[in-house]
């Protein structure tokens, strides 16, 4: 189990990387998904590998659990308009609670999620 352990702690650290340097959206976004997936696995390993702790307030254990690993579907387009000051960023999905999109704003790139639409989550990464 540590050398698969050791495997995934590899993968994660190379997919990282090949996500900084990374420029096109679509290929971005895939990798972060499979960075999402490895690291949820080398969690998954972990947490088995390690012994269960006890407590003895029942209500703490369960708050600190941690919550499951959200699963996403790429969105692979989107358009995009901009000004000299500003850029507007078009994407087309129907269903969407405004209540449900979660935004992650950087210098150079923009992460879109859309929780529960039509039952499914979405996420859009945008980098420059």
């Known amino acids: ?25 679509r290929v971005v976004s895939l990798l972060s998904s499979e960075i999402r997936s490895v690291d949820a696995k080398l969690s998954k390993i972990s947490a088995a590998a390690a012994p269960p702790a006890v407590s003895d307030d ?40 405004g209540e449900k999109v979660e935004t992650n704003f950087q210098e150079t790139s923009v992460d879109v999620k859309f929780h529960d639409v039509q039952g499914k989550n979405y996420r859009i990464a945008i980098q420059s």
Do not use: C
Not at 3 to 15: F, I, N, T, V
Not at 72 to 97: A, P, R
């Open 58 to 97: 029942n209500s703490s254990a369960s708050a600190s659990a941690p919550a499951p690993a959200l699963n996403y579907v790429t969105l692979g387009s989107f358009s995009w308009d901009q000004d000299s000051d500003k850029i507007k960023i078009y994407v087309f999905l129907e269903g969407v609670n």
């Open 1 to 25: 189990m540590a050398e698969e352990q050791q495997q995934l702690r590899l993968d994660l650290e190379e997919l990282k990387h090949l996500e900084s340097v990374a420029k096109r959206p």
